[in-house]
Structures are given as C-alpha cells and as structure tokens.
C-alpha cells in the first residue's frame, strides 16, 4: 500500500531538501530572453519536463523499485553531460539525504549515503527515500515530474515578478503531462536500468555551464 501522506511529505515544497536554491536553468534562461511571461514558462517547463524530468523521474522510479543504486548513480552520470550539472545534483542528493534520513530512518539510505559520501545522484536518493517512506516507483516519478517544472515556476515568480496565479495556472495546465511523464518513467523503471531513458535538454546543459560562472546570480543552479 503506497504511504499517500508520506508522498505529500516528500513532495512538498517546504521539505528541507534545498530546492529552493536551484532555479532548474530558469534564472539563465531569464537573463537570455527566452524566459519573459507566463506563456515563455509554460513552454520552458514543457520542455524541461519531456527531457531531462523524464529521465530523472526514471531514475527515481528504479532507485524506489530496487535497482542497483551503484548502477543507477553511474547512469544518472552518463545521462548529465553538463559538470555544474552534476554537481549540483549531488549537492541537491546530499541535502535530501540528510532530510530523508531524519524523516524515514533506515538501512537503504545508511547505506547509500555510506557509498556515497560526497553524495549520490538526487534523483537516485530521492527514489531510495520514497522506497524507505514506503512509496512506489510512479510515485516517485510524479514527485520528480513535479518539482522539474515545480522549481522554475517558483524561481520564475522571484526573478520576472511574475504573477504567482499565473505561474501556479502554468502547473495545472502541465499536471496532465506530468502524469504521463512519471507513468513512462515508471513503465521503464520496471524493465531495468538499461532500459531508462536518456533525454536530454543540450541548451540548458550549456546555460548551466555558463550560469556556474557567473560572479553574481541569485540561484545556485
């Protein structure tokens, strides 16, 4: 039986897991001019949510499934090109980890965060603490569908003063490709690690290597 209030737990914004900071390539993609309204938004969470929130998703459905943490880290390296990138999603698995490990203490996240002490992959971690919170592999992938078009529509709130209803309008406008999203990557989750797909964004792979340059910006990534 999936923990539904666990999954709400986990899935929520104010879960300490350090979101917050990363924009998910919104406040580049603001500073190019490519991200102006609510319409540029939409758009951009669309994308972002077909390619790289869909493999992310998978792999936290495989991580929430059972699959090899060690193999499923090694694919969520492989599957980000971009070093800022893969850095900062070892940061963001690192702080998760510590918020999992207070929420739902036990041995798969000890010993993930024993393999891994500079930090697993977030997407890996955060599907190694739904399996610990009791939460399934689509679940997972819906967490993951979400906060991927969830955290550059707050971002993009903060950075263009953006109408929240409107930003919040573009989430429900996007919640049916959201579950379509997490149910591919829970479908593939099911037939293993080599089977998880690999879409990719190149253009914020390249912001994002620009972004972690520069002297001065408000989000961490």
């Known amino acids: 039986m999936t923990m539904r209030s666990a999954l709400l737990v986990l899935a929520d914004g104010r879960?300490?897991?350090?979101?917050?900071?990363?924009?998910?390539?919104?406040?580049?993609?603001?500073?190019?001019?490519?991200?102006?309204?609510?319409?540029?938004?939409?758009?951009?969470?669309?994308g972002r949510l077909h390619t790289t929130g869909l493999t992310s998703a998978a792999l936290?459905?495989?991580?929430?499934?059972?699959?090899?943490?060690?193999?499923?880290?090694?694919?969520a390296d492989a599957r980000t090109p971009s070093a800022a990138l893969?850095?900062?999603?070892?940061?963001?698995?690192?702080q998760l980890m510590r918020a999992a490990r207070a929420?739902?203490?036990?041995?798969?996240?000890?010993?993930?965060?024993?393999?891994?002490?500079?930090?697993?992959?977030?997407?890996?971690?955060?599907?190694?603490?739904?399996?610990?919170?009791g939460i399934g592999p689509e679940e997972a992938a819906h967490c993951?569908?979400?906060?991927?078009?969830?955290?550059?529509?707050?971002?993009?709130?903060?950075?263009?003063?953006?109408?929240?209803?409107q930003a919040t309008a573009v989430?429900?406008?996007?919640?049916?490709?959201?579950?379509?999203v997490a149910e591919r990557a829970a479908a593939a989750a099911r037939q293993g690690v080599d089977a998880l797909p690999a879409a990719s964004a190149p253009l914020l792979d390249l912001t994002a290597e620009q972004h972690a340059a520069?002297?001065?910006r408000l989000f961490a990534s």
């Open 15 to 46: 879960f300490p897991a350090g979101g917050h900071a990363h924009s998910g390539g919104a406040e580049a993609a603001v500073k190019a001019g490519r991200l102006k309204d609510a319409a540029d938004l939409e758009s951009f969470c669309r």
């Open 103 to 133: 929420a739902w203490p036990g041995p798969e996240l000890d010993a993930l965060a024993t393999a891994f002490p500079r930090g697993a992959h977030q997407p890996v971690v955060l599907g190694t603490a739904a399996r610990a919170a």
């Open 60 to 75: 936290a459905a495989g991580a929430a499934h059972g699959l090899d943490p060690y193999e499923l880290d090694a694919a």
């Open 86 to 94: 893969r850095a900062a999603s070892r940061r963001l698995g690192r």
């Open 171 to 180: 989430l429900a406008r996007l919640a049916p490709e959201m579950d379509q």
């Open 144 to 165: 993951v569908a979400y906060e991927t078009v969830g955290g550059p529509a707050t971002a993009a709130v903060r950075l263009l003063s953006l109408d929240p209803y």
């Open 214 to 216: 520069w002297p001065v």
